[in-house]
């Protein structure tokens, strides 16, 4: 649906896209993530046309954007600040869009309120904008963006206004939203979990780059750099030594674990210079209680830290012949209790769950 070929983008001396190349496939959701200042936005607007680039090409639907203007694109974008008339009804708002539009009005109503519909707002056409709430302004925006049909539609943060729990309930809603209309959405955010929710693929950019670009479960289990890694999630990462290498399999030396075998495709792809680490996430260690055995391997270590979540509990766990401790974390469990600083335990680990940053 979308192409970026080698785009570049420089504001003056400063080079805020260097060399983007992707694809992002029609009906997609996909999300830009990535730090503040990485070119999210920028590139964003490049496929809306509201942002030259400097060189390359966008490309939608097979077409060089090159020289079709904004408003000539089949896309519409979503801003982070509701960007509604106050002094509108929800209908005005919702129909803003097909003013020129050649269609009787009791068409361009009857497609206003499937619009208010289709993001939960049945109802609310008379009511006055400036008299909504934040979550009702941004499903206004939505409406409004969604009358047009776009083969497109770009979304910078349009959540990131609203507080958790509208913003939980928001993110949900656009889940469905899409799966219902079927058009490619384009999401920016900085939010690596509403990334992770929302997304059939994200790319993760840093500096005008795109850094790795795969689906959430990919980028989550197999990150490509230590970079990525940090990103996303926490990620232990234990200084490793590699001792070996044969056929399909790579052996490490890691303090604390010992000797561990690792498979090739569990190596990270973007070389990590001279220190080699492993990176478990925290749940993939498993304190064991009284009676429990591991499944595949166990350490000793002693608990450092507690941080109870309600229904998490967070360990920082210091495995025996380890400088620093792990982060583990554990899901609580009715009847089993939360453990003290202080308490000796074991973990259980698999080196099968881990990533090797060389
Ligand atoms: N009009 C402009 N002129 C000069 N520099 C700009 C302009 N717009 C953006 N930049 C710079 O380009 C870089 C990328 O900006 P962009 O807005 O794309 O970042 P972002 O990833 O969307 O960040 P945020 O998460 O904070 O919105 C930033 O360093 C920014 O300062
Ligand atoms: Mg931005």
Known sequence: MIAFRDVQKYYGDYHALRGISAEIRAGEFFSLLGPSGCGKTTLLRT????????????????????N?????????MVFQSYAIFP??????????????????????DKLVEESLEMVGLTGYGARAAHALSGGQRQRVALARALILKPKVLLLDEPLSAL????????????????REVGITFVLVTHDQEEALVMSDRIAVMFEGEIAQLADPETLYRRPNSRRVADFIGVMNFLPAKVTGESGDTITAEVAGL???????????????????????????????????QATDREAPGTIDEVVY??????????????????????????????????????????????????
């Open 309 to 358: 979540y309600g229904d998490m509990t967070y360990y920082d766990v210091r495995l025996d012949g380890m400088e620093k401790p792990v982060r583990i974390s554990m899901r609580n469990v009715f009847g089993r209790p939360v453990l003290d600083v202080g308490t000796r335990t074991r973990v259980s680990w698999s080196p099968g769950a881990l990533v090797l940053f060389r």
């Open 87 to 108: 002094h509108l009804t929800v209908a005005q708002n919702v129909g803003f869009g097909l003013r020129r539009d050649p269609r009787s009005k009791a068409e361009k």
């Open 47 to 66: 496929i809306a046309g509201f942002e030259d680039i400097s060189s390359g090409a966008v490309l939608i639907d097979g077409k060089d954007m090159a």
């Open 258 to 292: 010992g000797t561990l075998d690792v498979a090739t495709s569990q190596v990270s792809m973007a070389p990590a210079g001279d220190n080699a680490a492993v990176g478990f996430r925290p749940e993939t260690l498993t304190i064991l209680y009284e009676g429990q």
């Open 68 to 76: 079709v203007p904004a408003n000539k694109r089949p896309t519409n």
């Open 163 to 178: 507080d958790r729990k509208i913003r939980e309930q928001m993110q949900v809603e656009l889940i469905k939203l899409q």
